[in-house]
T-cell receptor, first 119, second 114 residues
Framework: EPEVTQTPSHQVTQMGQEVILRCVPI?????FYWYRQILGQKVEFLVS????????KSEIFDDQFSVERPDGSNFTLKIRSTKLEDSAMYFC?????????????????FGPGTRLTVL | AQTVTQSQPEMSVQEAETVTLSCTYD???????LFWYKQPPSRQMILVIR??????QNATENRFSVNFQKAAKSFSLKISDSQLGDTAMYFC???????????FGGGTRVLVKP
């Protein structure tokens, strides 16, 4: 069964450093998302991406964050200058592929997450 | 803005028994979608069940079923014949019909005891 994959599973970085979190969405999916979950808190929406551009972003997704689909398979989240409060689990999700309606309301399938620790 | 509330932080159930998780939400939308996701200790978010608000019939997926009460804005999840593998964090989530982001509740931790 197709699945969303994410690398690395755990990333440790120093405050102020740039990090890139990588995701490979399910093949043929059209919509891509990033969510984050600070330990013990709710899962929060960061950004959605469709047709090579951001379709929606949250207040959390400020200028320090950017997303990119550099090729036909990868979807990345870059944090330009990490802060201590960026420590969280980051989940990638995708939707809108074969077997679904191909719209933004299709069920989102999540990757296993990347745990980011900022020291 | 939509909000999703899960009032039970933790629940325990004996293996083979039934447990019901509550979820309420607040929205002014008429058309929307509701979901239950499971997050086991591995931390991966796994879809359990999905409900379209325009459908009156409650969704069912094997041992998992929902009680969707649109007027009350309630969306509870029933796990029947609980199994040890059901031990996980369960999140209720909302999506507008015209939107694409999920709004999650705070989660309910379910522990299935042998």
């Amino acid at each position: 069964e197709p699945e969303v994959t994410q690398t690395p599973s755990h990333q440790v970085t120093q405050m102020g450093q740039e990090v890139i979190l990588r995701c490979v969405p399910i093949s043929n999916h059209l919509y891509f998302y990033w969510y984050r979950q600070i330990l013990g808190q709710k899962v929060e929406f960061l950004v959605s991406f469709y047709n090579n551009e951001i379709s929606e972003k949250s207040e959390i997704f400020d200028d320090q964050f950017s997303v990119e689909r550099p090729d036909g398979s990868n979807f990345t989240l870059k944090i330009r200058s990490t802060k201590l409060e960026d420590s969280a689990m980051y989940f990638c999700a995708s939707s809108g592929g074969e077997g679904q309606t191909g719209t933004s309301t299709d069920t989102q399938y999540f990757g296993p997450g990347t745990r980011l620790t900022v020291l | 803005a939509q909000t999703v509330t899960q009032s039970q932080p933790e629940m325990s159930v004996q293996e083979a028994e039934t447990v019901t998780l509550s979820c309420t939400y607040d929205t002014s939308e008429n058309n929307y979608y509701l979901f239950w996701y499971k997050q086991p200790p591995s931390r991966q978010m796994i879809l359990v069940i999905r409900q379209e608000a325009y459908k009156q019939q409650n969704a069912t997926e094997n041992r998992f079923s929902v009680n969707f009460q649109k007027a009350a804005k309630s969306f509870s999840l029933k796990i029947s014949d609980s199994q040890l593998g059901d031990t996980a964090m369960y999140f209720c989530a909302f999506m507008k019909a015209a939107g694409n982001k999920l709004t999650f509740g705070g989660g309910t931790r379910v522990l299935v005891k042998p």
